[in-house]
């Protein structure tokens, strides 16, 4: 970097970018030009859009964005959680189930076993094996439940 210098921009959606004598220039969807940019370096949130299932039962925990059985697993951990299932992804709607990197709300902690693990427990609660659902087919090293 020539100038030594960071500059910070929140809630900046990009429309374009161009690329002039090794810089970089960026079009704002505002049309805000940003201008002679050596490096982007991005934070992009995990939120999960809502707007879809208004109109269900549901429940959210409020600072975590997830069902309440993740977020105490999320703050149990504080960090990587345990391998889980049906159970803990259930709302108050029959059968609607959030799963994958959003059923972890807003933490970026989500790893694609759990994932996997959530689709194949809702899949067997779903066909009435209610206790095959609740079994647990992954296992994490322990280091990372520490």
């Known amino acids: 970097m020539s100038k030594q210098s960071i500059d910070c921009f929140s809630s900046f959606y990009i ?14 969807a505002s049309h805000e030009r940003v201008e002679g940019i050596d490096q982007i370096v991005v934070n992009t949130g995990a939120r999960p859009n809502i707007d879809m299932f208004r109109e269900i039962q549901y429940s959210l925990h409020a600072s975590a964005e997830c069902v309440d059985g993740i977020a105490q697993l999320l703050f149990e951990k504080k960090g990587v959680v345990q391998p889980h299932g049906e159970k803990q992804l259930r709302h108050m709607e029959k059968d609607f189930y959030i799963i994958g990197s959003k059923s972890f709300g807003r933490s970026s902690s989500f790893f694609l076993m759990n994932g996997f693990e959530q689709a194949r427990s809702i899949a067997v609660y779903l066909n009435g094996k ?17």
Do not use: N, Q, R
Not at 15 to 28: F, P, R, V
Not at 130 to 146: G, T
């Open 15 to 28: 429309e374009g970018l161009t690329e002039s004598d090794g810089k970089l220039d960026i079009i704002a």
């Open 130 to 146: 209610i206790a095959e659902s609740e079994e647990v087919h992954i296992k994490f090293p322990d280091e990372w439940l520490k």
